[in-house]
């Protein structure tokens, strides 16, 4: 009897740590695949092959997830992992204003106060597109405490962001069929992207997550794969490489 009571609490304490370790995966894992396409621009002086739209995507579905979470108080471990995954976002922004700024060749800059459409999301400085988040968490933070008492607008403002989420591959696919290449892209990141979104979708399955979220994972799954199709097609190096 005594060794069954041991045994289950020594069950217990290994589920618990391997909860931990999932936890911290879940939130410090998303930020790993942008390493390698980090190191690739700052050893390049290149952000070509990089749409930084993916960034635009990433950092509107965490912003929304947030407010998802006032709403709807979901795990705090997805919480966590918005919070670091908008520092990562800005820290890629941050690196490719600072080489399109060192290769600009035209004295014309563009802001977003100039709220000129054409220009939106290719603005010249780091500030406009730290604006652009105030002015955009302000407008969520008015609108969700206005309806915070809604669950119809909660659970659209979880399903917005998860919309969000499941487009974070889409620029970067639409960016590689105007380049017709996909050079400049780290590989890296979309493999680590597939091995993230495989993960994070199995763990929303297996902790009973709003459906918005292992949906969202699926999709991702999908346009993680026909990015590396994009590679096998435009690629035959990088195809012989894999």
């Not at 709807?72 to 922004?93: G, P, W």
């Not at 014309?108 to 604006?131: I, M, V």
């Not at 297996?206 to 994009?230: K, R, T, Y």
Request: hydrophobic residues 50%.
């Amino acid at each position: 009897m005594d060794m069954d009571v041991e045994m289950k609490e020594d069950l217990g304490r290994s589920w618990s740590l391997l909860s931990w370790v999932a936890s911290c995966v879940m939130v410090f894992g998303g930020m790993v695949p942008y390493i390698p396409q980090y190191l690739e621009i700052q050893r390049t002086s290149n952000t070509e092959g990089f749409s930084t739209r993916v960034c635009l995507v990433l950092l509107i579905a965490n912003i929304l997830r947030i407010f998802f979470w006032i709403g709807k108080q979901f795990e705090l471990t997805l919480l966590m992992q918005s919070v670091v995954m908008i520092a990562t976002m800005l820290a890629m922004l941050q690196l490719c204003c600072n080489v399109q700024g060192t290769n600009r060749v035209a004295t014309k800059q563009h802001h977003f106060t100039d709220l000129d459409l054409r220009y939106f999301w290719s603005w010249s400085r780091f500030e406009d597109y730290l604006l652009f988040c105030f002015v955009f968490m302000v407008f969520c933070a008015f609108v969700t405490f206005l309806f915070l008492d809604s669950t119809l607008f909660v659970e659209s403002l979880g399903s917005l962001a998860l919309l969000f989420e499941a487009m974070l591959g889409l620029p970067q696919l639409l960016q590689n069929v105007q380049n017709r290449s996909t050079r400049g892209m780290s590989v890296k990141m979309v493999l680590l992207w597939m091995a993230g979104d495989i993960f994070k979708t199995t763990y929303f399955i297996m902790n009973e997550s709003p459906v918005q979220f292992w949906v969202c994972g699926l999709v991702q799954i999908l346009v993680d794969v026909a990015i590396l199709l994009q590679v096998l097609y435009y690629d035959p190096e990088t195809r012989g490489k894999l």
